[in-house]
């Protein structure tokens, strides 16, 4: 027996080594299967960091969900400054999700951190940090790679204006230096159908597309995370192979690693140290692939609490949509539960498009069958009864 292996079998109190490795924060540094779109990163920003300054770029990643962008532009940035760092060049790479920096405010905001980490949460104007931003960079001489991930939701929420204010940082105000390169990512193809036509100029023909995992690349995904995650001989082959087939239904390797976990977590609660494909199976009948964790946790809470008000009346009902009167009804139930002051009518109309348009609900006007037309609402393939319970335990330990 190897010596680290016996180590192992000591310390056996979990059939977890590291749990953490399987969290959605982390980045593994070898990526399998995505060794190619890591290539096309590196050739087209060779150019950024060898004449920082003469050239920037405009790239657009997309590919469905789970299919390793954000981990491969994060690597990407990691190499990319490592490289910079050798060459004596002054590289900074910001990864800003679009969804948790919801303004154009907040954007910007996190843009100056990165140059100035000193400077206040409060008290400019976005216009105001954008100046600040063109004259810290340049005179603080510094490419910046900024990678706007999730930007669907600054193009259906915000607007796309922020885009074009960045893209003007390169302007002929700073000499036509060129400091700063934008990375947009996401979900959706047709992306570029819902820009400007003076972005999508800048942009093409930059783009890296991500297509779904196979099933036998989600299995050596798996494979690499459980070598790092779990203690030897604690899962088999074939229970891994089980969890890259369910997942090689969407390709999403971000539910293949839940499956993972969570099936880890049942052999845990057993007492067992070894997963069986039973624990896999109850892992699949708790996790919903199509909605990712992170989007419903990013919520505030009272949103939280309409979604909630949702998934209750839909779980009651057993039907595919429910009525706004019904939910709003719930709704205040549940702010009496959580003793939360409930919005008013319009309010929760509001934050019901929000939710609709950043694709948590799904809202339709009613047809024939129901009194006059009303709109109803639906969590479109996600169990409402997973998402009612998920969302009742994170309410609590809010
Ligand atoms: N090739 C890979 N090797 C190892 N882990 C991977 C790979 N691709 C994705 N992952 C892991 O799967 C999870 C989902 O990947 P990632 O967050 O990059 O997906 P995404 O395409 O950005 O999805 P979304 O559109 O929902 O944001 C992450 O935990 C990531 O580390
Ligand atoms: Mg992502």
Redesign the pocket.
């Known amino acids: 027996m190897e010596a680290d292996t016996l180590e192992d079998e000591f310390q056996k109190t979990s059939i977890f080594k590291d749990e953490s490795k399987l969290s959605?924060f982390?980045?593994?540094e070898?990526?399998?299967?995505?060794e190619g779109e890591l290539h096309q990163f590196l050739n087209i920003f060779k150019p950024v960091v060898d004449s920082p300054g003469a050239i920037s770029r405009i790239v657009l990643i997309t590919?469905?969900?789970?299919?390793?962008?954000?981990?491969?532009t994060k690597r990407a940035g990691v190499l990319l400054c490592e490289a910079a760092k050798r060459k004596g060049v002054n590289l900074k790479y910001i990864h800003i999700n679009c969804r948790r920096e919801k303004t154009n405010f907040l954007i910007l905001l996190q843009l100056a951190r990165s140059i100035i980490p000193s400077i206040p949460n409060r008290g400019y104007s976005p216009a105001e940090l954008l100046n600040i931003i063109v004259k810290s960079i340049s005179e603080q001489d510094v490419s910046i790679i900024m990678v706007l991930?999730?930007i669907d939701y600054v193009i259906n929420t915000i607007g796309e204006e922020i885009i074009y204010d960045l893209t003007r940082i390169n302007d002929e105000k700073l000499n036509s230096k060129q400091p700063l390169s934008i990375i947009l990512?996401s979900?959706n193809d047709n992306i570029q159908l819902m820009l400007d036509e003076s972005i999508i100029s800048l942009i093409s023909p930059l783009k890296i597309k991500?297509h779904p995992y196979t099933s036998l690349q989600l299995e050596s995904?798996l494979e690499?995370?459980v070598k790092e995650a779990f203690y030897q001989s604690t899962i088999s082959h074939g229970v891994i192979s089980l969890i890259a087939d369910i997942a090689s239904e969407w390709g999403d390797?971000?539910y293949a690693?839940e499956l993972l976990w969570r099936a880890g977590k049942y052999a845990e609660e057993e007492g067992v140290f070894k997963i069986f494909p039973e624990h896999v199976r109850k892992a699949r009948a708790d996790t919903c692939p199509e909605i990712?964790k992170e989007l419903i946790l990013s919520l505030d809470r009272n949103d939280k609490l309409i979604l909630l008000a949702i998934t209750r009346s839909l779980a009651r009902s057993g039907m595919a949509y429910a009525q706004i009167g019904l939910i709003e009804k719930i709704y205040h139930l549940i702010c009496e539960e959580y003793r939360e002051k409930p919005r008013s009518h319009t309010q929760i109309w509001e934050r019901v498009r929000v939710l609709s348009r950043i694709g948590v609900i799904k809202t339709r006007i009613s047809g024939r069958g129901l009194r006059g037309k009303s709109t109803i609402i639906g969590v479109e393939d996600i169990p409402a009864k997973i998402l009612e319970k998920e969302l009742t335990e994170w309410l609590k330990n809010e």
């Open positions: 959605v982390y980045v593994p070898n990526l399998p299967h995505r590919g469905p969900v789970g299919t390793g962008k954000t981990a491969v991930d999730e990512v979900k991500f995904i690499a995370r390797a971000r690693l990712s």
